[in-house]
Antibody
């Protein structure tokens, strides 16, 4: 069955960077886009961007342009999301979620990774 | 930019009754609308896509309807386990920036 397993919780200081991983299994890695969605405490869902594992092309949310980078390792079927210049407002649970292509819903979700930004 | 607006923000319903949740798009999204359920401490789960198609394993108590700008998620025979926040998502615009509604909290 499809599984997306994310790395563990992180605590970072303002100005630092964080990298969260998402290991995919149970399907052909290159055939599903991977998205990153975050959720601040008590808030709704915010789309951050996507990566197409087949080729590595990325699209990022405008508000995060310049601070977010998504990469993948096809040999380990793992996708990474790095967010730099962290501020307190970046404290959130970060989810990876996959879908089967453009104009499709998000079929599968990782368990989430809590990133806390605090001095 | 498409803005998704859900109502009500919070809904309290008794067990066994029916809940109706609404989602409105600021412009037509055709039938490219999904519903997700999120329980506390869990990731969202896909319930409905294509406005009315249940995802794998979703019971028939959950149904979706609508097209264009007005959508509804109905849940019948409510159970305590249905307590959650429900989000709608449009995927008619791509990439899906600002894709989610703000959620409806359903209390049983």
């Amino acid at each position: 069955q499809v599984q997306l397993v994310q790395s563990g919780a992180e605590v970072k200081k303002p100005g630092a960077s964080v990298r969260v991983s998402c290991k995919a299994s149970g399907y052909t890695f290159n055939t599903y886009y991977m998205h990153w969605v975050r959720q601040a405490p008590g808030q709704g869902l915010e789309w951050m961007g996507l990566i197409n594992p087949s080729g590595g092309s990325t699209t990022y949310a405008q508000r995060l342009q310049g601070r977010v980078t998504m990469t993948r390792n096809t040999s380990t079927t793992t996708v990474y999301m790095e967010l730099s210049s962290l501020r307190s407002e970046d404290t959130a649970v970060y989810y990876c979620a996959s879908n089967s292509g453009s104009y499709r819903p998000f079929d599968y979700w990782g368990q989430g990774t809590l990133v806390t930004v605090s001095s | 930019e498409i803005v998704m607006t859900q109502s009500p923000a919070t809904l309290s319903v008794s067990p066994g009754e029916r809940a109706t949740l609404s989602c409105r798009a600021s412009q037509s999204v055709s039938s490219n609308l999904a519903w997700y359920q999120q329980k506390p401490g869990q990731a969202p789960r896909l319930l409905i896509y294509g406005a009315s198609t249940r995802a794998t394993g979703i019971p028939a108590r959950f149904s979706g309807s609508g097209s264009g700008t007005e959508f509804t998620l109905s849940i019948t025979s409510l159970q305590s386990e249905d307590s959650a926040v429900y989000y709608c998502q449009q995927y008619n615009n791509w990439p899906p920036e600002d894709t989610f509604g703000q959620g409806t909290k359903l209390q049983i």
